[in-house]
Nanobody, 115 residues
Framework: QVQLVESGGGLVQPGGSLRLSCAASGTSLSISIMGWYRQAPGKQRELVARIFNGGSIDYVDSVKGRFTISRDIAKNTVYLRMNSLKPEDTGVYYC?????????WGQGTQVTVSS
């Protein structure tokens, strides 16, 4: 079993910042990719950012230059630093871990950008 524990969501004004964290644990853990997805009301879940074991990083175009994903390999933790937040960034953010052919998901953390 693999457990993902997320933290860091909340309410922030436009232009503000938040940092999300996701700690992975489990006896069968062998991670290839760690990342963040989000789902806005009425929309499909989309990839926000992901980081591969080799260090490669992908971002969805809408967050490039504003969001930064990073990973602490020793702690099996992935972070998402979100700057210059916009109302369209509002949604539930899910941590995702992929390893040994399996996908694992966190419970989701709400991010609301509103004045």
């Amino acid at each position: 079993q693999v457990q993902l524990v997320e933290s860091g969501g909340g309410l922030v004004q436009p232009g503000g910042s938040l940092r999300l964290s996701c700690a992975a644990s489990g006896t069968s853990l062998s991670i290839s990719i760690m990342g963040w997805y989000r789902q806005a009301p009425g929309k499909q879940r989309e990839l926000v950012a992901r980081i591969f074991n080799g260090g490669s990083i992908d971002y969805v175009d809408s967050v490039k230059g504003r969001f930064t994903i990073s990973r602490d390999i020793a702690k099996n933790t992935v972070y998402l630093r979100m700057n210059s937040l916009k109302p369209e960034d509002t949604g539930v953010y899910y941590c995702n871990v992929f390893g040994r052919g399996c996908d694992y998901w966190g419970q989701g953390t709400q991010v609301t950008v509103s004045s």
